[in-house]
Each structure stands twice: as structure tokens, then as C-alpha cells.
């Protein structure tokens, strides 16, 4: 990559994965500075410990901002042409937008459309909740819709989508 030059990527897949650990990897690649913004609101004891071994695994060589709502802001604010920001992860983005009663389809659009404008580098973790069965409730079916929209969204923009299973990386685009 050239300097200067901006890059996207989607890194994809189930809970449990491997997905956070495969776009940390490929980050601390770059020779960039490095920005983790969590969007992970910790609500309860299990997701405490969740966060902790997180940030632990990173170490200190990562930046970390916690930012559950205001992601397309802060991206602008923190995108750096020597910068590499990973962003853990889109879908509990999603989740704390619905439960602010925001309009989620309006502020992924807006995310989307901003990547091509953001300097530096920058790398989206999401779960994919697209492969199970039809949730029973429109609450799970709504936020199902919200996160393949966004994630198609985010696609159409990156460089290079990967999607992770069992530890494995599974190249879908670039």
C-alpha cells in the first residue's frame, strides 16, 4: 500500500471465531499507530471479563477508545494517514443504536459513505447473524436486517472482505 493511500477492510464471522484476533494480526502488520475502538458497551460481569482479555491479548502498543454510538464521528476525528483503527465490532454498534431508538439504516448509510473519505487505514469486525434460522421476534428479526444491511454497506466500500471460521480466513473479495 502506498503511503497516504486509504484501505478498508470487513472481516467477518461467527461468535467465537477467531475474527478479532485474524484483523489484530493483520493490523499490527501495517507499521502503523494503532487505534482499537471498542463500540461494546460492557452491560454486565461476563462481558467485563469478555473486554478485559481483549485488551489484554492487544497489550500496550494498542490505543483503545470506547465509543458505542458515535462511530462515524469519531472515525473522522481519529483517521490519520499513519494511522491503523480497528473497529469492534459493527454489530453491537447496532444493537446500542437500536436501543438508543436510533435510525440505524440512516447512521450506516452515513458510516458507509464516509469510509471512501477517511485516511489511513481502517478495519471493521462484525458478527455475521445472517446464517441461523429466522429469529421468533421482530426485535431479532429488525436487528438481523439492520446488520446485513450495514454489512452489505460496508462490503460495496472495502477493499477486501474476509470471512472467519474455526480460525480460518476465507478471502471474499480483493
Given amino acids: 500500500m502506498t503511503p497516504g493511500a486509504s484501505a478498508c477492510t470487513l472481516v467477518l464471522g461467527g461468535a467465537r471465531s477467531g475474527k478479532s484476533r485474524f484483523a489484530e494480526e493483520r493490523m499490527e502488520k501495517s507499521g502503523r499507530s494503532l487505534l482499537y475502538v471498542a463500540t461494546g458497551r460492557p452491560f454486565d460481569e461476563e462481558m467485563k471479563v469478555r473486554v478485559d482479555q481483549h485488551k489484554a491479548r492487544r497489550g500496550c502498543k494498542w490505543q483503545t477508545i470506547e465509543e458505542p454510538v458515535e462511530l462515524t464521528r469519531t472515525l473522522s476525528e481519529e483517521a490519520a494517514e499513519d494511522r491503523a483503527i480497528l473497529i469492534d465490532c459493527l454489530t453491537l454498534w447496532v444493537t446500542n443504536l437500536m436501543l438508543e431508538d436510533r435510525d ?52 460495496e466500500q472495502a477493499d477486501s472482505v474476509f470471512f472467519i471460521a474455526a480460525g480460518l480466513p476465507m478471502t471474499m473479495k480483493g
Avoid at 112 to 131: C, R, Y
Fill in 104 to 155: 440505524v439504516r440512516a447512521e450506516s448509510d452515513t458510516l458507509a459513505a464516509s469510509i471512501g473519505s477517511l485516511p489511513g487505514l481502517l478495519v471493521f469486525v462484525s458478527n455475521e447473524v445472517g446464517l441461523g434460522i429466522v429469529p421468533d421476534n421482530p426485535m431479532a428479526r429488525a436487528f438481523r436486517d439492520h446488520a446485513g444491511h450495514l454489512h452489505q454497506k460496508i462490503a
